[in-house]
């Protein structure tokens, strides 16, 4: 099982998140850095719902 690498940015009016090597826009955003990576696991989790796992070669998802 191969983990999904998030970047995580701190801005001034909170945290955006990102996966690397996912195919498509998948961000997640939050006033703290627990916020954020719920967030982006959420909107990982929805991607792979809506358009497969052919994008994607993992079940695991590591921030």
């Known amino acids: ?3 999904i690498k998030i970047i995580v940015e ?4 909170g945290y955006i998140a990102y ?5 498509g826009v998948v961000v997640g955003e939050g006033n703290t850095y627990e916020e954020v990576i ?15 796992k052919e994008d994607l ?3 695991e998802i590591v921030a």
Do not use: N, R, Y
């Open 19 to 23: 996966p690397i090597g996912l195919k």
């Open 38 to 52: 719920a967030d982006v696991k959420s909107a990982i989790k929805f991607h792979i719902d809506t358009f497969g």
């Open 10 to 13: 701190k801005h001034p009016d």
């Open 57 to 59: 070669e993992t079940e």
């Open 1 to 3: 099982m191969k983990q």
